[in-house]
């Protein structure tokens, strides 16, 4: 599977920012797509994820009631709707596809590292000025 994310810019605190990222190749219907983040400095961190066939969506604690994850299931697409935004999200994106595993892994809270996902899209850089 290959990814493409898009989307990044620079914006001003309190504005928002769609992230888009487009799956290509070989997909399959109960894989589990991730958004991670990188600040210049620090480790990747995760920030949401969906369950590609029932669109269930799941989120880091900093980022709830401010980032939607959505998917297009006909675009083959995943989406990050950043809202909110503040200096300290600046930082790399990237888009991430885990192929399928078993419910007891994924429910364990596996899909919050990094090395649960199996391809790598290759980043859009998001910067918030204060």
């Known amino acids: 599977v290959q990814l493409q994310a898009s989307g990044g810019g620079l914006v001003q605190a309190g504005e928002s920012l769609r992230l888009s990222c487009v799956a290509s190749?070989?997909?399959?219907?109960?894989?589990?797509m991730g958004w991670f983040r990188q600040a210049p400095g620090k480790e990747r961190e995760f920030v949401a994820a969906?369950?590609?066939?029932?669109?269930?969506?799941y989120y880091a604690d900093f980022v709830k009631g401010r980032f939607a994850i959505s998917r297009d299931n006909a675009k083959n697409t995943v989406y990050l709707q950043m809202n909110s935004l503040k200096s300290e999200d600046t930082a790399v994106y990237y888009c991430?596809?885990?192929?399928?595993?078993?419910?007891?892994?994924?429910?364990?809270?596996?899909?919050?590292?990094?090395?649960?996902?199996?391809?790598w899209g290759l980043g859009t850089l998001v910067t918030v000025s204060s």
């Open positions: 991430a596809v885990g192929l399928p595993r078993s419910s007891s892994y994924f429910n364990a809270g596996n899909y919050r590292y990094a090395g649960y996902y199996d391809s």
């Open positions: 190749g070989r997909t399959f219907n109960n894989n589990v």
């Open positions: 969906i369950r590609w066939s029932v669109g269930t969506a």
